[in-house]
């Protein structure tokens, strides 16, 4: 049997788009396939040591939702992620950015996720 590869692009860093990228690359993982979880310039800031993440204006009722329903924090689901092998990639960050990862990420052009993204079986982009 082959292995799956999915590759998963967050794009944002609001709580409510940060959540279906990394629910996507663990679950992706816990069934066996291969993941690339790339981050744009603007999802980068998940991967920040000091981020916090902070719902869309209008929903900030989401936080205490999360909590009440016991759902694992944006951290906790990183971690996961890395912790099952799924590679984190940066796009296009500039290489002077002071930005400090709570994981090793490799910087890759965008080009670089977009031919990953079509030899993958699954591409996804939140």
Not at 42 to 48: E, F, T
Not at 58 to 80: C, H, K, Q, T, V
Not at 86 to 108: G, M, S
């Amino acid at each position: 049997m082959n292995t799956k590869k999915v590759v998963v692009l967050a794009l944002h860093d609001e709580l409510e788009s940060a959540y279906p990228p990394l629910n996507v690359a663990v679950g992706a993982t816990s069934s066996g396939a291969d993941v690339i979880l790339a981050f744009s310039r603007k999802g980068v800031n998940i991967l920040d040591q000091k981020y916090i993440p902070i719902p869309s204006d209008g929903i900030e009722y989401l936080s205490n939702a999360l909590s009440d329903f016991n759902a694992p924090s944006i951290n906790d689901l990183l971690e996961i992620a890395v912790e099952s092998g799924v590679k984190l990639y940066v796009v296009d960050l500039d290489i002077k950015d002071h930005t400090q990862f709570k994981y090793p990420a490799e910087q890759v052009p965008i080009k670089w996720v977009l031919n990953e993204a079509v030899s993958a079986d699954l591409f996804v982009h939140f």
